[in-house]
């Protein structure tokens, strides 16, 4: 098969301490992003050029059906990265001074993400991205399968609010499971990021 995604950072219970049970994270891994990779790997084997580049390179130089399987996949493994059993709590390193720099405070970057997250309309995703145009930090909505990297901004950390990410454990309380995330942030991973 031409694509692949890697395991889960820490399984599939990892993070029920952090109220995203098993059941959420196996439907969500297994069904949807490994769904995606089905999907795309279908599409390369009678599309040799397909299969030859890189989930990067078909983010850059596909559109339609393509570019929103090798972004799904591409953004998912950046989400799962985005949480950890040990996340929560407040940046620390040097994530924290480019927090503070960019939105005045850690408490104002959070009410910013989580507006953005809890008020997305429909399917998409919440960032913390970097602009190289300004070296700053800011918050980014992207919809449907759109991912930062076609729009020259380095992602830093980010929060899937499609429904099939919190259905499982809170229903239509989206709120809720961007709690759950705060509680699971991964602020190592956004430091390796930086
Ligand atoms: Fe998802």
């Known amino acids: 098969m031409a694509f692949s995604i890697p395991p889960l950072p820490w399984g599939y219970d990892g993070l029920v301490g952090k109220?995203?049970?098993?059941?959420?994270?196996?439907?969500?891994?297994?069904?949807?992003?490994q769904g995606y990779v089905v999907k795309l790997n279908a599409a390369a084997s009678s599309n040799p050029d397909l299969a030859k580049k890189s989930i990067e390179e078909i983010i850059h130089t596909e559109r339609g059906p393509l570019f929103n399987l090798a972004a799904?996949?591409?953004?998912?493994?950046?989400?799962?990265?985005?949480?950890?059993?040990?996340?929560?709590?407040?940046p620390h390193g040097p994530i924290r001074d480019a927090i503070d720099a960019s939105f005045g405070s850690f408490a104002k970057f959070k009410e910013e993400f989580t507006g953005a997250a809890v008020g997305h309309f429909g399917s998409g995703?919440?960032?913390?991205?970097?602009?190289?145009?300004?070296?700053?930090l800011r918050?980014?909505?992207?919809?449907?399968?759109?991912?930062?990297?076609?729009?020259?901004?380095?992602?830093v950390l980010t929060c899937d609010?499609?429904?099939h990410a919190y259905y499982v454990d809170y229903r239509n309380d989206r709120a809720a499971y961007v709690k759950s995330f705060w509680d699971a942030v991964n602020w190592d991973f956004a430091n390796a990021n930086l």
């Open 139 to 155: 918050v980014h909505q992207t919809h449907d399968a759109g991912t930062p990297l076609t729009e020259g901004l380095k992602p």
């Open 19 to 33: 109220g995203i049970s098993k059941e959420q994270v196996t439907y969500h891994y297994d069904k949807h992003h």
């Open 72 to 90: 799904q996949i591409f953004n998912h493994t950046f989400y799962w990265n985005s949480m950890s059993p040990n996340g929560g709590g407040e």
């Open 125 to 136: 995703w919440a960032w913390l991205v970097k602009d190289p145009a300004t070296n700053k």
């Open 161 to 163: 609010v499609w429904e």
